[in-house]
């Protein structure tokens, strides 16, 4: 069956320091991915999607994330967190139907 | 543009009633699905609409049921309600129905089973 899995629940980075948020998808034909935040309280906000092509794909707020084929993964970077990145990061599948397949979910805190 | 809009944004209510909820979807977009974000169960898929039709259905009871209007907004009903059914509502709007069309979020509804 289609999965998504985030493997870290909580990560913890200082403001300005490096992120990269994991991502892993099981599914057999191409995949279409989606990176998702959720600030306490909101909807989700895209903030990028991988249908086909460049498999470096960039996203709103300079996150970007890379897609690889042979690690299953769709990791989300960003080189220097803002405190306002603080927030749940969702990773995301398109399954038959329509229907998106989500992962757990990271949470991010971010240390001034 | 308007996003997706979700009325109310807080709904308690009391166990064995029924709970409506709305979405209007982004202009131009036919295609509304509805979610459930339950404390420690993550998102869900519940319900998907387009052109008035049910198209898909997540693993939900029959109690949970929605519809479909002409301009394309949708109603979500659950009937019956559980303790368990207290969860965040997100309703998202697509342009098409591929996999590929991107889903977009409304704000969504908190509702709280008491």
């Known amino acids: 069956a289609q999965s998504v899995t985030q493997p870290d629940i909580h990560i913890t980075v200082s403001e300005g320091a490096s992120l990269e948020l994991r991502c892993n998808y099981s599914?057999?034909?191409?995949?279409?991915l989606f990176w998702y935040v959720q600030s306490p309280g909101q909807g989700l906000q895209l903030l990028l999607k991988?249908?086909?092509?460049?498999?470096l794909v960039q996203g709103i707020k300079g996150f970007e994330a890379e897609f690889k084929r042979s690690q299953s993964s769709f990791n989300l970077r960003k080189p220097s967190v803002h405190w306002s990145d603080a927030a749940e990061y969702f990773c995301?599948?398109?399954?038959?139907?329509?229907?998106?397949?989500f992962g757990a979910g990271t949470r991010l805190a971010v240390h001034p | 543009e308007a996003g997706v809009t979700q009325s109310p944004t807080h709904l308690i209510k009391t166990r064995g009633q029924q709970a409506t909820l709305r979405c209007s979807p982004i202009?131009?977009?036919?295609?509304v699905y509805w979610y459930q974000q339950a404390l420690g169960l993550g998102l869900q898929f519940l319900l998907w609409?387009?052109?008035?039709?049910?198209?898909n259905r997540g693993n939900f009871p029959p109690r949970f049921s929605g519809r479909q209007f002409p301009n394309y907004s949708s109603e979500l009903n659950v009937n019956a309600l559980e303790l368990e059914d207290s969860a965040l509502y997100l309703c998202?709007?697509?342009?098409?129905?591929?996999?590929?069309?991107?889903?977009?979020f409304g704000p969504g509804t908190r509702l709280l089973v008491l």
């Open positions: 998202a709007s697509s342009s098409r129905t591929g996999r590929q069309e991107t889903q977009y």
């Open positions: 599914y057999g034909a191409t995949p279409y």
């Open positions: 991988y249908f086909s092509g460049d498999t």
């Open positions: 995301a599948s398109a399954g038959g139907y329509n229907k998106l397949i």
């Open positions: 202009s131009g977009h036919t295609s």
């Open positions: 609409y387009d052109e008035g039709e049910e198209r």
